[in-house]
């Protein structure tokens, strides 16, 4: 039998209500991949073709940026947003990282999935 499956949007919308600052920082963390690995299932329809490395994250958000599409430049920005928050999440454990931060990227990627490129809904 297969494992049930959830997505890294349904993971970080679970982690973010719990209480641990592990929960929340790993909530940033899913809630980043989950709006990057959305645009990049949906990367022909952004014009944009990703070179499957890691390159791609800067690679995106500098095409979404650089677009002269009013929409996409506000996906690159939200895409932006969320990359420095899950980077502080991920690599700053030095820093706290407060419950509303966690929240904020859980929100910046409900935005890019469901608002700003619901693209297959």
């Given amino acids: 039998m297969a494992a049930e499956t959830r ?3 349904d993971v970080a919308a679970d982690l973010v209500e719990g209480e641990a ?3 929340l920082r790993a909530a940033a963390s899913r809630a980043y991949m989950a709006g990057f690995q959305h645009l990049l299932r949906h990367a022909d329809g952004l014009g944009f073709t990703p070179e499957n490395t890691g390159r791609d994250h800067g690679r995106l958000k500098g ?9 996409l430049e506000a996906i690159g920005y939200e895409l932006d947003k969320l990359r420095h ?6 690599y700053h454990i030095w820093a706290p990282f407060p419950e509303p931060h ?3 990227a859980v ?8 608002h700003l490129y619901p693209a297959g809904e």
Avoid: K, M, Q, V
């Fill in 7 to 9: 997505t890294a949007y």
């Fill in 21 to 23: 600052e592990a929960d």
């Fill in 63 to 71: 095409y979404l940026l650089n677009s002269g599409d009013p929409t």
């Fill in 85 to 90: 928050t899950r980077n502080g999440a991920d």
């Fill in 102 to 104: 966690a929240r904020y």
């Fill in 107 to 114: 929100e910046r990627a409900h935005a890019i999935i469901h």
